[in-house]
């Protein structure tokens, strides 16, 4: 936690919630066949590394130390994690409650007990406003369970769990698609996006054991992914994917997206590192976690105060509640950052 932070990879943060916003609110001919969710799988994929990073971080400390610590060290981590996640995230919901989230007002139990990945997972068509709550709530999950492993775990059992952690993910998706069919989303299931929290993690185990992220073995493993994941998404989005490697696709996406985050810790070409560094994106990665949070209730709250903007038709109406949406979402998420996020990070500075 005490590390500098990397400016490229708040970047590729910035960049990976303007895609989710575009996912969320563009129709669907403006986003093309570009795969826009790819940024949640990267919210995920950067989870598992970072938390992993502080955790092993912690267990060496904690070793080096000579007296009992893990009890110390998860009461640590789970206090920490809950200011900063779990108050801002809460306080979104109530704002989701207030501007008629539907599937909110509906279940709300499931939402606040971060576990409406579940629920989302058995639901025909994803709900208005709350759609992107299963990352948060898978992310939960793991910030409850990880730390037990991390901590508990033989040093020499880390690795092998972490590779079974990531194989459970295709394996899960195969097993829910083919005999669960009254689960059409069963990529919202915790098991399926363990490739994403589990490669992460495989990374930062690797790096803490000595890995240099610019070590050029990493390069043709990471490209034979990317293309991998290319051309299985490709037959999928053209309605005929293939049968078994179908299921490995995220998979092959989460060792692309390792490879990036590599190459950022490693050094990008400088006219790519300016551009993630310049100012308009680290002003967004700044506030990327409420901008995530709060982006997709925005058309919500604007239905209540300004319903005109549904009744101009065709591309200028699009274009306009494009405009409309962004602008709230930021006013909103810098709002949230300003008088939630910051006095929430002081608070667990005083308590460090």
């Not at 779990?86 to 979104?92: G, S, V």
């Not at 998706?173 to 992460?200: C, K, M, Q, W, Y």
């Not at 810790?265 to 709060?294: C, E, N, T």
């Not at 709230?328 to 998420?333: Q, R, V």
Request: glycine share 8%.
């Amino acid at each position: 936690m005490s590390s500098p932070r990397n400016a490229p990879l708040d970047g590729w943060r910035a960049i990976a919630v303007l895609g989710v916003m575009w996912l969320h609110w563009a129709v669907p001919h403006w986003r093309g066949p570009i795969p826009f969710e790819i940024g949640l799988y990267f919210f995920l994929t950067l989870t598992g590394f970072l938390i992993t990073r502080i955790l092993l971080r912690e267990r060496e400390k904690g070793e080096l130390s000579g007296s009992p610590w893990r009890i110390e060290a998860l009461k640590r981590f789970q206090w920490r994690r809950a200011l900063r996640i779990l108050i801002p995230c809460y306080t979104a919901m109530l704002f989701g409650l207030l501007v008629g989230a539907e599937d909110l007002r509906g279940h709300p139990l499931v939402y606040f007990a971060q576990v409406s990945n579940f629920h989302l997972a058995t639901l025909p068509e994803w709900p208005s406003g709350t759609a992107h709550y299963w990352t948060l709530a898978i992310q939960q999950q793991f910030y409850l369970f990880w730390p037990l492993l991390v901590f508990l775990l033989p040093r020499r059992l880390l690795l092998p769990v972490f590779l079974a952690a990531i194989a459970t993910a295709p394996l899960s998706r195969l097993v829910l698609l083919h005999h669960f069919p009254e689960i059409p989303n069963p990529g919202a299931i915790t098991t399926s996006a363990l490739d994403f929290l589990g490669g992460g993690s495989l990374l930062a185990l690797a790096m803490h054991r000595g890995l240099d992220p610019a070590d050029k073995r990493l390069r043709l493993p990471v490209w034979i992914a990317l293309a991998a994941y290319i051309v299985l998404y490709a037959f999928d989005n053209r309605g005929h994917p293939i049968p078994g490697l179908r299921h490995f696709q995220q998979t092959f996406l989460t060792f692309a997206m390792l490879g990036l985050i590599a190459a950022s810790l490693a050094g990008l070409p400088d006219a790519l590192a300016r551009v993630l560094s310049s100012k308009p994106l680290q002003h967004l990665a700044k506030i990327s976690y409420s901008l995530y949070l709060l982006h997709n209730l925005v058309p919500l709250a604007l239905g209540w105060v300004l319903p005109q903007l549904w009744e101009i038709n065709g591309p200028p109406g699009t274009a306009i509640r494009l405009l409309a949406f962004t602008l709230g979402s930021w006013g909103l998420a810098w709002a949230s950052w300003r008088w939630i996020e910051q006095p929430v990070d002081r608070l667990r500075s005083s308590r460090r």
